[in-house]
């Protein structure tokens, strides 16, 4: 979400002249786009803004600017704490930030804008630019959350949840596809949530839209909660055929008891239940999820009931956090909280439970052929330019990312396709080699044959 909310604010600034540039150094605006989801990534932006006081003794004027959820969390302690930080400002203000920075320019003084309100459109979305000619982009199609589980800060950092129309999602998909983007990953705290509160169409409702999109390959989307997913949209998985073969379904706990202390709103019978389903209308789903261990309360068998699902799900990829106190979180102050080595000694256990599944999905894909979205050159490679020995990158509709060479034959193609780097095509591979992370391959033809 904080690569599009950055994205958002590119496009807000370019019609102020301002451009990308690729290091600190070189900037006449910096805006530091910040995470409070946990305590670790609060800790970095202050160390990263405590590193940038010689930059504006180089260029006085520099201006300074701290968005995104810190911004919202710690507001004007940021100017006490930074004395050259000239704006911070939060998550429904990204549409002020150009008149922001305007202002600071012209009259040098710093500024504060935190606001949160119904009032503020934060669906208000800007035309945005593809710098970088992305194969993959991120849009948001709703903000802020309603669900309060008792660890996370994102309702209140972030607002209410409210769902962006329709029509400006199309259309800016639409858009994004004519710069040459060939997947995009539709971004909510809740996409199951899509539109009900406003009585518009539902997310299983907006996928066709989307789908019916010339020239856009795949769909991606995150996050679902469990206790949402519905029918509709599993059906998806069958009927629509640009909908990609993956769903991250966060399940954060596989005890009841913690599922509860957490407001998850399911239990773990019935989240296995909803796998189950999925997996009955799509075989070769690829499931991937969050798990918080060391939840205050979580006792050793909790813990176990944890990794029993995991064994019993057997996941393609897991995220793992140890739970981490958030200011306005009500867990924060819960008691029974569980001590930093027990947390990190049940972190390296999942880890190693999950590699054996990571490692035998890869495995399975092994021999086989499978269709790849390309990305680029992989980062192996260096240079632009196209030889017979250079490796590709993309992605299977799993998500797992592959890289490829050519196949001598096919050299033709490549060299007359007129992007370098092969990037958004859509290639049939054939898998050799499963790595731990990754797959390797060799690349049969393009989709449509050329
Ligand atoms: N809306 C998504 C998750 C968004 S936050 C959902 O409901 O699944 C991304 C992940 O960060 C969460 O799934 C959770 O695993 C983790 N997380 C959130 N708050 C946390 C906290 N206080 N400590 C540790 N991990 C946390
Ligand atoms: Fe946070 Fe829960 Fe909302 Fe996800 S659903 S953003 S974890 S409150």
Not at 39 to 62: A, I, M, T, Y
Not at 150 to 163: D, K, L, M, N
Request: contains cysteine.
């Amino acid at each position: 979400m904080n690569v599009y909310d950055s994205e958002q604010m590119c496009a807000r600034l370019k019609p102020l002249g301002y451009q990308p540039v690729t290091s600190a150094e070189k900037a006449d605006l910096i805006i530091v786009n910040t995470c409070a989801i946990r305590e670790k990534p609060v800790q970095k932006v202050f160390s990263f803004l405590g590193r940038l006081p010689h930059l504006k003794r180089k260029n006085p004027d520099l201006i300074i600017g701290v968005g995104g959820c810190v911004a919202q969390q710690e507001g004007s302690a940021i100017l006490k704490r930074m004395p050259h930080v000239d704006l911070v400002f939060g998550t429904q203000t990204i549409g002020r930030l150009a008149d922001n920075i305007r202002r600071i320019a012209l009259k040098k003084h710093r500024i504060i804008d935190i606001e949160m309100s119904p009032d503020i459109d934060s669906t208000d979305s800007a035309t945005p630019e593809n710098y970088n000619r992305d194969v993959s982009r991120f849009v948001t199609i709703m903000r802020g959350c309603d669900n309060y589980c008792t660890y996370c800060v994102v309702p209140y950092v972030r607002g209410r949840e409210i769902s962006r129309p329709p029509h400006q999602i199309v259309d800016e998909i639409r858009y994004l596809v004519n710069t040459g983007v060939r997947e995009v990953i539709l971004l909510g705290q809740n996409v199951n949530s899509y539109g009900k509160k406003k009585g518009i169409i539902t997310f299983a409702q907006l996928l066709p839209q989307i789908s019916a999109i010339e020239g856009l390959y795949r769909i991606r989307f995150t996050t679902s909660h469990p206790a949402d997913l519905g029918d509709d949209l599993i059906a998806s998985f069958q009927t629509d055929a640009k909908l990609c073969h993956h769903i991250h379904l966060p399940v954060q706990s596989g005890s009841d008891k913690i599922l509860k202390r957490m407001n998850r709103k399911y239990m773990r019978s019935a989240y296995l239940k909803k796998i189950d389903e999925l997996r009955a209308v799509c075989p070769d789903i690829a499931i991937t999820s969050d798990i918080i261990v060391g939840f205050p309360g979580e006792t050793e068998h909790d813990f176990k009931e944890t990794c029993n699902l995991i064994e019993r799900v057997e996941y393609d990829g897991l995220f793992v956090f140890k739970y981490s106190d958030r200011p306005n979180a009500p867990a924060a102050r819960f008691s029974d909280k569980v001590a930093e080595d027990e947390k990190q000694e049940r972190l390296s256990a999942i880890l190693t439970l999950q590699e054996r599944y990571t490692i035998k999905k890869n495995r399975a894909l092994a021999g086989s052929e499978q269709i790849v979205l390309t990305e680029g050159f992989s980062k192996q490679h260096h240079g632009d330019d196209d030889d017979a020995t250079t490796q590709y990158s993309g992605r299977l509709s799993s998500n797992k990312i592959v890289n490829f060479v050519m196949c001598s034959d096919k050299r033709t193609s490549i060299t007359n396709d007129k992007r370098p780097g092969l990037k958004g095509e859509l290639i049939r591979v054939k898998i050799e080699k499963a790595l731990a992370h990754s797959l390797k391959g060799v690349a049969m033809g393009f989709l449509p044959e050329k």
